[in-house]
Nanobody, 125 residues
């Protein structure tokens, strides 16, 4: 079975950094893209970043600073995808989730078939 487990969330001071992890299992790592989404209180789910092999994508439709503040990376030995956020802002407060099940990267949540439970990041001002 395809499984994803996000972790690493918590309380972050504004201006600080956090690294989220998405441990995956049940499929060959390069078969699917792996994407990160976030959902802030009272808002819809929005794409943040996606990785497939050496291709990385950042989605800045809702936040044009995403490309400058987020970094997605992969540790093949640990079957884990990371999302690092720097210069955290209170508006980054959200539940961050990872998803897979589609070969090509997409910033649309409905693209993905498999989702892990999210991890809450709270940025205090």
């Amino acid at each position: 079975d395809v499984q994803l487990q996000a972790s690493g969330g918590g309380l972050v001071q504004a201006g600080g950094s956090v690294r989220l992890s998405c441990a995956v299992s049940g499929f060959a790592f390069d078969d699917y893209s792996i994407a990160w989404f976030r959902q802030a209180p009272g808002k819809g789910r929005e794409g943040v970043s996606c990785i497939h092999g050496d291709k990385k994508y950042y989605y800045d439709e809702y936040d044009d600073s995403v490309k400058d503040r987020f970094t997605i990376s992969t540790d093949y030995a640990k079957n884990t995808v990371y999302l690092e956020m720097t210069s955290a802002k209170p508006e980054d407060t959200a539940v961050y989730s990872c998803a897979t099940g589609e070969e090509r990267c997409s910033g649309w949540a409905r693209t993905y078939r498999f989702w892990g439970q999210g991890t809450l990041v709270t940025v205090s001002s």
